[in-house]
């Protein structure tokens, strides 16, 4: 096999990776409140609630991973977790009812946060640290591409398959994730050997830059804060505050999502042109105009130019990160940073959700969360920019 298919071949579980952690584990939840609240699963209070706890659960796998993979390696790891996540989609086809369903969905919803979270911070460097540098780029595009396919697929399969019943969508979900998953397993995952102790100058001793890879990882928490607004607020910010109702909110929620689709791909395009940290500085700085954009007009245009923009922009933040980080770091050293990386954003995250939940609460309207979200993002431009200017010898 030539590098380049088994850069090919590595992207591909990589993404297979991402699109059931976080595509399919976490996004595909959203569309599905309507369905689950309307056929008297959960009241709109509860499945509020088993959105979150996954987010929780998300939070404490970005913490226990790096952990979890120096006590039983990064194959027992990724194999244990695939088979949690593709069981989590089975197991909320049943419908239990009552206290005893709200505490059954709770239970799953909290461990494929946990196995997301794990999947991402283990499976992207597992992938990117195995692939030679002048692929790195493209494999990074692969690996990221899967949260883009679940955000396309929230929004346009996921609320066809609901018209059919919530039953049959998450068995849908799960024969399908179970196919990835099983490919993913046989074709990489399960031949996976450790990588062997070595740094970029041949000296296990060898220092790591760690400011340059420090103001990467800020940049990626402020990123988290940034994105907050559109991912929770934006379809019920156009339908309600807008008052332009929920069909063409959903519309620009789609859009949102033909974005993310291209995201990684566009990114992996500019860091093969330019290197993974001006490109990522450079992708910032675009993700703040397209955030800021709803502050300035509200016309059609303007909404579609960002939900497309942010939409593109969220995982192409996350590839451009992964591989700055891949790029500054040794091959042993990728998924421990990886980890604090996606502990950074997933802290911000939660804190972004609750503050600016409870901030819309007391001032019923969502603008001034995108201009908290704009400041935001441009302090993470700032950080990543002087990253891009830090020399690493």
Known sequence: MTDRAAATRLGMAGGIATLLGIGMARFAYTPLIPALVDAGWFSTHDAAYLGAINLLGYLFGAALAHRATLMFGARAVLGVCLAITVVSFYACALNLGGDIGVYWYGFWRLACGVTGAMLVVVGAPAALSRVAPEHRA????????????????????????????????????????????LWS????????????????????????????????????????????????????????????????????????????????????????????????????????????LPLVSVHPLALGLSSFFVGMLVPGTVTLTSGSIAALATPERQQQLWGWATLSFALAQAAAAYGMSGAYAHMASYRPLFAVAALSLVLATISAAWAATRRVR
């Open 185 to 292: 397993w046989r074709a990489v995952w399960a031949g996976l050997t450790p990588l062997a102790r070595t740094t970029k100058h041949g000296d296990p001793s060898a220092a790591l830059p760690m400011l340059p890879i420090m103001l990467v990882i800020i940049g990626y928490g402020l990123d988290a804060i940034g994105f907050v607004p559109h991912t929770l607020f934006w379809v019920d910010y156009i339908a309600r505050e807008l008052g332009q109702g929920l069909t063409t909110g959903s519309l620009y929620w789609v859009l949102f999502g033909v974005g993310a689709a291209c995201g990684p791909i566009a990114a992996g395009a500019l860091a093969s042109r330019i290197d993974f940290r001006p490109a990522l500085a450079v992708g910032l700085a675009v993700k703040t105009v397209a955030v800021a």
């Open 138 to 181: 493209r494999t990074g595009a692969l690996v990221f591409t899967g949260i883009g396919l679940g955000v396309m697929a929230s929004g346009t399969l996921v609320p066809w398959l609901a018209d059919l019943g919530v039953a049959v969508t998450w068995l849908a979900l799960a024969l399908i994730s179970s196919a990835l998953a």
